[in-house]
């Protein structure tokens, strides 16, 4: 046994103290190491037999860095803990290190009679990764795998006491439960270097990892190295292209596809991959490669089956065959008109489709419209789809009088086209419009009565005639009202023999002119039970005011005549002072466009500045901007002799304009005399 150089080291006792020394010395009888042979950590329990009398001595022989040291240390049971001392540089190399023991009743440090010897040895290193092999490409998972596993090209100290093996899902994974500690349980090939070679048992589908560690004498083990063992047990998965998913009016050539994604499908001639597809369980079509075609043919349901066979030669059957329905319906089907309208909507135009096979279509299909005995092109009505075959919406208000001719394309869930112009019971489709009741709208200024002055001048007056109006049709189609003012607006609706209509809704559509802040407003009203209806029109700019009913599933929509409500600007003006001095100080005139519910730009309005003498007319004198606010202001200068002693009245005018909601008009005069 090679020794290396020895170091002494401190013993440390387990147990109780030792016994008291008795006379001559014991000897160490059947000393050695528990525990396996080599260690992989520097620590070391060493037992003897009996017991003896004084304390343990020992050394490491042949340390050069601690040769000379001795320890000593009571026993206690017959075992001590030994540690090797590691040299300066602290890393201890693996090998066997011999220890010199005896037991010493008068702490000699020398041994008195005949030593005894044990051997440490220790191994921390970790070993390399070994060998491992495995057959390539895709097997079969119903025979067994072969795996060889070849020693590593570095061995420990210590030997290799065999391999520990695992198969998982994962490469790298360990095969002990300490990642680098196996124990002799783990170990797949014990033995040291002498096996080679392992047979695996039934390995799932898929990629397998066989992961392999040395595992070293001391336990220790080394890196994993995996390789892949790959399996395929199952056949060929098929999915099927050109197979709709409803009905179809046309043969339909379909094509089973088998997939293999493992071994796969590549073409290698009869003994290699097929995939094979049948109709109806008839012959099957055979092709060596990844897909077969067959044409399906014939009105009805049809079963289509596909199988196949991969690379390794796993295969299917008509048994375990994948399958697809494929639906053919060629005949069109049947439709026609509802034999009547129906009395609480007549706007509504139903079309039956009938079919055996597909069924009605849930998406396709259009009703169409143009006047009856004439070639214009048919007019698509908004058309969907019903659960006994199409329903599409006419307008009739849309549409003059007259006769109507309709025409239907109804198809079936396969596509099938089928056209009609008759109804259920071969009668033509065509209706006379207006399908529904028609309705009068009556409207106009004022209520139920309008008591309207007629008046005319005479010999420099006025003469005015009071007149009672009920009817609509006489009152004023154009109604001038000054600012701020409100104006009654109301109607009545009737049926074609003038009976009224009650509780119907009636829009009032107020259009205002250009320049307002708001450019429609609809108010929404409700009949009476007299077929009478009105509202308030609130103040603001000029407009044009129509009553408007919008119709029933069996009332025609109507209007009444639009007439126009002139609203007069709002003009105010006032002056400084009523009287001004001559060549004095001017006047003030100061004033305000209202411009309720309108725009006034940045650059204002004009205003028109005018005046006059008593029983004259009206001259204008001077034309102002307003601000963005309407206000308006001036400084008049009283500078002519003539206007003295003279009464002048001064007044503000809002012109024409286009682009100004208001009809032209005048402030109020105000009065101012020269002195």
Not at 453 to 468: D, F, P, T, W, Y
């Amino acid at each position: 046994m090679k020794r290396l150089l020895g170091a002494l080291v401190p013993l440390l006792l387990f147990g109780a103290a030792p016994p008291a020394a008795s006379a001559g010395e014991s000897e160490l009888i059947g000393l050695h190491v528990e525990g396996q042979n080599w260690h992989a950590e520097n620590r070391f329990v060493v037992a003897w037999d009996g017991t003896g009398d004084g304390e343990l001595w020992y050394r490491f022989v042949d340390l050069h860095w601690a040769e000379a040291a001795v320890n000593s240390g009571r026993w206690a049971s017959g075992q001590a803990q030994i540690a090797i001392p590691p040299p300066p540089d602290g890393r201890l190399a693996a090998g066997e290190y011999e220890v010199e023991m005896w037991l010493s009743k008068h702490g000699s440090t020398a041994p008195p009679g005949p030593s005894s010897y044990v051997t440490l040895r220790y191994d921390g290193t970790t070993p390399s990764a070994p060998g491992a092999a495995a057959p390539s490409g895709w097997l079969d998972g119903r025979a067994t795998v072969a795996v060889t596993v070849s020693p590593p090209t570095v061995r420990p100290v210590s030997g290799i006491h065999g391999y520990a093996i695992s198969v998982s899902g994962r490469p790298g994974e360990s095969p002990c439960a300490i990642r680098t500690i196996c124990t002799d349980a783990e170990l797949a090939l014990p033995g040291g270097v002498d096996q080679h070679q392992l047979q695996l048992g039934r390995l799932p589908e898929g990629v397998n990892y066989v992961n392999v560690v040395t595992v070293a004498g001391t336990g220790i083990a080394s890196p994993p190295t995996s390789v892949p063992v790959r399996i395929d047990i199952s056949p060929p998965r098929i999915h099927f292209a050109g197979v709709s998913s409803g009905w179809v009016d046309h043969p339909v050539p379909v094509t089973a596809v088998a997939d293999d994604p493992l071994s796969g499908m590549a073409a290698s001639g009869p003994n290699g991959p097929f995939t094979k597809i049948a109709v109806d369980g008839g012959v099957p079509t055979l092709s060596f490669d990844d897909r077969a075609v067959a044409t399906v043919s014939g009105e009805g349901t049809h079963l289509v089956a596909g199988w196949g066979r991969d690379v390794l030669g796993n295969a299917g059957d008509a048994a375990t065959a994948q399958s697809a329905t494929v639906r053919i319906d060629e005949t069109p089907p049947r439709v026609a008109f509802a034999a009547a309208q129906r009395p609480d909507d007549p706007e509504l135009i139903e079309l039956w489709v009938a079919d055996a096979l597909a069924g009605p279509s849930v998406d396709h299909g259009s009703i169409e419209v143009r006047p009856a005995g004439t070639a214009q092109r048919f007019q698509p009505l908004p058309t969907a789809a019903t659960a006994g075959g199409l329903a599409a919406r006419w307008n009739s208000d849309d549409f003059p009088r007259g006769n109507y001719e309709f025409r239907a394309i109804g198809f079936d869930a396969a596509g099938n086209p089928a056209v009609t112009e008759r109804r259920v019971d071969g009668s033509p489709m065509v209706l006379r419009n207006p399908v529904k009741i028609p309705v009068a709208v009556e409207s106009g200024f004022g209520g139920a009565h309008l008591v309207w002055q007629h008046c005319r001048r005479v010999h420099g007056g006025r003469r005015c005639r009071r007149e009672a109006v009920t009817g609509f049709d006489a009152r004023p189609a154009l109604w001038t009202v000054p600012y701020g003012r409100r104006l009654r607006f109301g109607g009545v609706l009737r049926a074609p023999a003038g009976a009224p209509l009650a509780g119907q809704p009636v829009e009032i559509v107020e259009t205002f002119a250009p320049g307002a802040a708001l450019p429609q407003r609809r108010t929404t009203v409700t009949s009476g039970a007299n077929g009478r209806f009105d509202t308030r029109l609130a103040p603001g700019p000029s407009r044009r005011v129509e009553a408007i009913f919008p119709g029933t599933p069996t009332l025609t929509r109507g209007a009444g005549r639009p007439v126009t409500m002139a609203v007069r600007a709002g003009v105010r003006l006032r002056a400084s002072t009523t009287a001004a001095r001559i060549g004095g100080r001017p006047v003030i005139f100061s004033g305000r466009l209202l411009a309720g519910e309108a725009t006034v730009p940045r650059t204002g309005r004009p205003i028109q500045l005018q005046f006059r003498v008593p029983g004259g007319e009206w001259s204008e004198f001077r034309t102002v901007q307003t601000d963005r606010g309407g206000r308006f202001r001036y400084a008049y200068a009283f500078t002519d002799d003539d206007s003295r002693r003279i009464r002048f009245q001064f007044r503000a005018v809002s012109p024409e304009q286009s682009d100004w909601p208001y009809r032209p008009s005048a402030s109020a005069p105000v009065a101012v005399t020269g002195y």
